[in-house]
């Protein structure tokens, strides 16, 4: 892994790393998808996710491709209800949600203000709604969108990593005081926090990546955050693929995720998550790839221990 690089990483640099954005239509979701979780009450049931598709957020994260499906300009009043309003036709009854919008819910650039009436009557009759946004927006407005909702409300916060050269370098615009500070206030209206956390961010070997990620996670519960996903750092947008290129950066090891995952859960501080998107990116071994996925979904969904795989590969 080469030395951390000389040149600066600006919103300019990342920007000009980028290809094109696919094709969005703002009048659907770009995606949306029912899948199992651990709720915090222990119990394992369906939670529906919704993929809005709204204007690009304002920071240019380095790790962040989540520009790629989105809207250069901001999208018209009631364009969002409506998608929430057709994702949810299409939907089986489930009780949870997650409104993920490739940015910030509270950014009103991104989700008109007047649209959050008819967002909540929509998604009043969930238990738990789940939103993400940057601590740059986290403010009196997330106490008011609760008191509109019966729901529980959680919001995710990217606290990627907590190695202090590396945060810098990812270009958040936050430290670590903002992300505390933004737990510290939702916890005190009662509202949740969920933290991403990367595994092996760009300029670390991959033992550091395991460290730094289980540092973040320590960083995180003692924080108040209620639960938090660990995710393995790919590269595909660009930045990251520039990085790879010069040395700077290497995908994390399936193995690694397991490890951060046996740690995350063994310290009991509230639910650990694995990210179990596209994981063949992170394993050069076809064995025991399957076997791999299978045990990280079962600990995500046990919270508990599962009996490690054995493979040829554990000595590589
Ligand atoms: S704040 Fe989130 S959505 Fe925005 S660029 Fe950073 S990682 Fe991407
Ligand atoms: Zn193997």
Redesign the pocket.
Known sequence: MNELPDFEITDKWIVSCRGKKNNVDPGKPYAWLVEKERTSSGTVEDVATIFLTNR??????L?????KNTTDRSVPGSVIPDQIEWALNHFPDVKHLKLYN???FFDKKAIPEKDYEKIASLISSFETVIV???P?FINEECIRFRDMIKSDLQIAV?L?TVNPEILKR?????TLENFAGSVNFLMEHDIFTRA?ILLRPPFLPESEGVFWAERSLDFAFSAGVECCVVIPVRPGNGAMDRLLEQGYFTPPDIRSLEKVLEYGIEQQAGRVFADLWDLKLFSKCDVCLDERIRRLSEMNLSQKFSKRIKCTCDTL
């Open positions: 690009e957020c304002p920071y240019h994260c790790m962040c491709d989540l520009w490739s940015g910030s993400e946004s940057h740059g990217g990627e990812l270009n958040k615009s936050m991403f």
